[in-house]
């Protein structure tokens, strides 16, 4: 059943409030509206008003979490499924050299994450998240079609040759046109998560009431539990579909994520009737640009000083899918400008006459929320440029390593990330059930730690996974070097992979989610799935990083007498260099993400060290800094 949001009016006859995009009927009379709504405006609260008598049952909530976070798991299950082995399939299969195929990964991987962006823009401005989505999930499954049929018929991949001629460089590579069908794929696919993935939790959230207690205890497990399903899945595509990829047949093991995905598909339209429908309201980027120009066009008179701002700066009531009344503030003051009233600005209504020359508070302050938000998004960068090396140069090591299980079972190589998946599926549960509630007593914080503690955490692990990649790396050569053998694999067990492998699982529970609830929460209320899209767009950035130092290292580390540290035969290269490199870009990274999480000022706050409602998260960062400066040291 769907709940319109557009239908509101200011009269004694029933009207609408609206909360996070979602709307709820209530009957009020116009004069105690116009007072309540004048007080939060005063007050700069975010207090809706709302009769909870008259709220009427709506559809959604956890009825429809099964289909949504289905939908998201199965998407999630074909790209990532595809992803684990990606790199043995692209050097043993189209017999791609390990930096080319690395390469190849980063560049899809950008891609892939870089979309959100757009597929947000789409769904926040113009269609809707649902429809976003239902066409997505389409392109998903057309890619996934495409990339199977590489595997499948014999006229779209290079002809097989031995791991003897791979390994001497003597295969067959691909042709134009089969690279181009596999692009094709790789393309389509990311046309699917550009559209999945920005609006997935986006979509859930709108599902719950946040006006009550329950729908506020819903929202803040969903974003952990919403996680915790689909990376517990994954250990079924990093472990049985590797496995079949690896030693029984790569179009069936590439089929399995398409039936998948097909499957994922059908469960999402079957729950169309249950879900709570929020629509488009037009571009949220062209109010931004509006504060930036008015400013500019204002940019020589003087602000008065502080004090009350009634009568001096254009406050409308609140309309649309905004519900947070956010007070002006003096962090870039310089924008404030776009909300002074001069003469001849209003209109006798009390609106503006030219959105270009004079803007709102609220515009005003959504845009500080995005300015303050950037920083904070690029330390995330380089924070995640250790998880993508999990699915290239992890993959090299344990090609080169004893994989034996026993005498006749061999791990696949692609399989080894399934050990951060286990990591990941056991802490959240613990985290979210037992240590969130036991640190919420100690620090008074609806989530026990803050938000930018949380990143700060991960970044630490992040940094800490590569120094252990980069040791183990070391013992791992010289045991080559030591006992060779003829394709060049280390007398040592693949399981010293997991420590490092560990450390990226504690990285990921605590960086990428708390990216994730920092994005949606930061954001303007009716911004939140390119809110969430900003997230992805990390990740593509650390691909593109990752591309870019590969490359700069694969031609400046090169010497005549020397091969270069990531040459194809990685016993003759310096992989722990490599590893350590990205370590040492970790600690600047962490010192920098120090320094503007001691800075940044959340949404809604007059001043730092304000105090706060816990539904935003408010953090005491100076703590932050203590935490993760003994965590450093340790």
């Given at each position: 059943m769907a709940v319109n949001d557009h239908n509101r009016k200011q009269s004694s006859s029933p009207s609408w409030l609206c909360r996070s995009a979602r709307c709820f009927q209530i009957v009020t009379s116009s004069k105690a509206s116009t007072m309540e709504k004048e007080q939060k405006q005063r007050d700069g609260k975010d207090l809706p008003v709302l009769n909870t008598a008259t709220t009427r049952k709506r559809p959604g909530g956890w009825k429809a979490m099964p289909f949504i976070i289905g939908n998201e798991t199965f998407e999630r299950l074909a790209t990532f499924g595809l992803l684990a082995n990606f790199m043995v399939y692209l050097t043993r299969e189209f017999h791609m050299d390990q930096v080319s195929a690395s390469n190849v990964i980063n560049i899809w991987s950008g891609v892939t994450n870089f979309a959100p962006l757009v597929g947000a823009f789409i769904s926040d401005a113009y269609v809707g998240r649902f429809p976003t989505i239902a066409f997505a999930s389409l392109a998903s499954l057309l890619g996934m079609v495409t990339v199977t049929m590489t595997a499948w018929m014999a006229q779209l991949h290079p002809p097989p040759c031995t791991p003897q001629q791979n390994e001497l460089g003597q295969c067959k590579g691909s042709t134009t046109a089969q690279l181009g069908v596999l692009l094709l794929g790789l393309g389509f696919l990311s046309i699917g998560s550009g559209g999945i993935r920005p609006c997935s939790i986006p979509f859930g959230v709108d599902q719950f009431d946040p006006t009550t207690d329950d729908g506020q205890k819903g929202i803040n497990s969903f974003f952990n539990w919403y996680y915790t399903t689909f990376t517990v899945v994954l250990l079924f595509t990093q472990t049985i579909v590797v496995y079949i990829q690896d030693s029984v047949s790569w179009s069936i093991g590439f089929g399995i994520p398409t039936l998948c995905m097909f499957l994922s598909?059908?469960?999402?339209?079957?729950?169309?009737?249950?879900?709570?429908?929020?629509?488009?309201?037009?571009?949220?980027?062209?109010?931004?640009?509006?504060?930036?120009?008015?400013?500019?066009?204002?940019?020589?008179?003087?602000?008065?000083?502080?004090?009350?701002?009634?009568?001096?700066?254009?406050?409308?009531?609140?309309?649309?899918?905004?519900?947070?009344?956010?007070?002006?503030?003096?962090?870039?003051?310089?924008?404030?400008?776009?909300?002074?009233?001069?003469?001849?600005?209003?209109?006798?209504?009390?609106?503006?006459?030219?959105?270009?020359?004079?803007?709102?508070?609220?515009?005003?302050?959504?845009?500080?929320?995005?300015?303050?938000?950037?920083?904070?998004?690029?330390?995330?960068?380089?924070?995640?440029?250790?998880?993508?090396?999990?699915?290239?140069?992890?993959?090299?090591?344990?090609?080169?390593?004893?994989?034996?299980?026993?005498?006749?079972?061999?791990?696949?190589?692609?399989?080894?990330?399934?050990?951060?998946?286990?990591?990941?599926?056991?802490?959240?549960?613990?985290?979210?059930?037992?240590?969130?509630?036991?640190?919420?007593?100690?620090?008074?914080n609806e989530g026990g730690i803050s938000l930018l503690q949380r990143i700060g955490i991960g970044t630490v692990f992040s940094i800490l996974s590569m120094v252990v990649a980069g040791l183990v790396e070391r013992v791992r050569r010289a045991s080559a070097i030591q006992n060779p053998q003829p394709l060049g694999v280390a007398p040592m067990s693949v399981m010293w992979l997991a420590p490092q492998l560990i450390l990226l699982g504690f990285c990921e529970a605590f960086n990428i989610i708390g990216q994730i609830e920092f994005f949606n929460r930061q954001f303007p209320d009716h911004m939140r799935s390119i809110g969430n899209s900003l997230f992805s767009c990390s990740f593509a950035g650390a691909s593109y990083l990752s591309s870019l130092v590969v490359t700069i290292v694969h031609h400046v580390t090169r010497t005549h007498a020397h091969p270069d540290w990531l040459t194809n035969d990685i016993n003759y290269g310096r992989l722990d260099y490599f590893y350590f490199l990205i370590a040492g870009m970790g600690v600047l990274n962490l010192i920098y993400f120090l320094y503007c999480a001691n800075r940044y000022r959340y949404k809604g706050s007059a001043q730092i060290g304000d105090d706060h409602d816990d539904s935003h998260h408010v953090d005491h960062d100076h703590a932050l800094v203590l935490e993760l400066s003994n965590s450093n040291k340790a």
């Open positions: 598909i059908i469960f999402f339209f079957v729950g169309t009737n249950i879900y709570v429908h929020v629509k488009a309201e037009g571009s949220p980027l062209s109010g931004l640009a509006q504060v930036f120009v008015a400013a500019y066009k204002k940019r020589q008179i003087q602000l008065p000083a502080d004090g009350d701002v009634d009568g001096i700066f254009y406050d409308p009531p609140l309309k649309g899918a905004v519900f947070t009344k956010l007070p002006l503030t003096d962090h870039f003051r310089f924008l404030n400008k776009a909300a002074f009233i001069q003469e001849n600005e209003l209109k006798p209504d009390g609106t503006s006459s030219n959105q270009w020359r004079l803007c709102s508070i609220q515009q005003v302050e959504e845009l500080k929320c995005i300015v303050r938000i950037i920083p904070i998004w690029i330390s995330g960068i380089i924070s995640l440029t250790s998880m993508t090396q999990q699915g290239t140069f992890t993959v090299s090591q344990a090609l080169k390593m004893d994989r034996h299980l026993g005498p006749h079972f061999q791990i696949p190589a692609g399989s080894m990330g399934v050990i951060s998946l286990i990591i990941i599926g056991l802490w959240l549960p613990f985290y979210d059930r037992f240590l969130v509630p036991a640190l919420r007593k100690v620090t008074k």
